[in-house]
T-cell receptor, first 117, second 115 residues
Framework: GAVVSQHPSRVICKSGTSVKIECRSLDFQATTMFWYRQFPKQSLMLMATSNEGSKATYEQGVEKDKFLINHASLTLSTLTVTSAHPEDSSFYIC?????????????FGDGTRLSIL | AQKVTQAQTEISVVEKEDVTLDCVYETRDTTYYLFWYKQPPSGELVFLIRRNSFDEQNEISGRYSWNFQKSTSSFNFTITASQVVDSAVYFCALREYNQGGKLIFGQGTELSVKP
């Protein structure tokens, strides 16, 4: 079945570092991918919708300059956390759909656990 | 506005007990989709079921069953004869047809099944 690969699975780095997370659809093309963030013991909150070939759409309260999203191909979206600080430590998870509209489920990556020291 | 509420933050049961996880949703759309996901301690999301707003048939899959009632805007999930491996956080989610595919998640219910 459809699979979404997310890399890396875990990152530990110093404050001020920029961190790039990749989300790949392995056997389907995804014009749209989604980035979610989950703090411990909390729900998943949508950060942004990544659109292939165009600018991402950010949810209210999410800083565009802080969380850079690039969706340069139909199988790859990247999220870059720029100048990360301890409050950015969280679980980031991406998802993709292989069909616009309809009731196809989103396929989720396995997530990236980001820890900023 | 769309919203998903899972009022049960934590549930603890003993193995072999039946357990129901509640989910209530709010939407103004007539076309929408409801989902349940399981999130084990390792963090990945495991898709369990999808139901569209046109289909109110209840569904059973092994020990899992789902009760969708539009009249009460609920989509409850029951695990029969629970097992320790069922321990996880379970999320209910809503997707409105015209919202570009984004999912609105409930707060999650942490299920602990003790031997």
């Amino acid at each position: 079945g459809a699979v979404v690969s997310q890399h890396p699975s875990r990152v530990i780095c110093k404050s001020g570092t920029s961190v790039k997370i990749e989300c790949r659809s392995l056997d389907f093309q995804a014009t749209t991918m989604f980035w979610y963030r989950q703090f411990p013991k909390q729900s998943l909150m949508l950060m942004a919708t990544s659109n292939e070939g165009s600018k991402a759409t950010y949810e209210q309260g999410v800083e565009k300059d802080k969380f850079l999203i690039n969706h340069a191909s139909l199988t790859l979206s990247t999220l870059t956390v720029t100048s990360a600080h301890p409050e950015d430590s969280s679980f980031y998870i991406c998802s993709a759909r292989d069909q616009e509209g309809g009731n196809q489920p989103q396929h989720f990556g396995d997530g990236t656990r980001l820890s900023i020291l | 506005a769309q919203k998903v509420t899972q009022a049960q933050t934590e549930i603890s049961v003993v193995e072999k007990e039946d357990v129901t996880l509640d989910c209530v949703y709010e939407t103004r759309d007539t076309t929408y989709y409801l989902f349940w996901y399981k999130q084990p301690p390792s963090g990945e999301l495991v898709f369990l079921i999808r139901r569209n707003s046109f289909d109110e048939q209840n569904e059973i899959s092994g020990r899992y069953s789902w009760n969708f009632q539009k009249s009460t805007s609920s989509f409850n999930f029951t695990i029969t004869a629970s097992q320790v491996v069922d321990s996880a956080v379970y999320f209910c989610a809503l997707r409105e047809y015209n919202q570009g595919g984004k999912l609105i998640f409930g707060q999650g219910t942490e299920l602990s099944v003790k031997p």
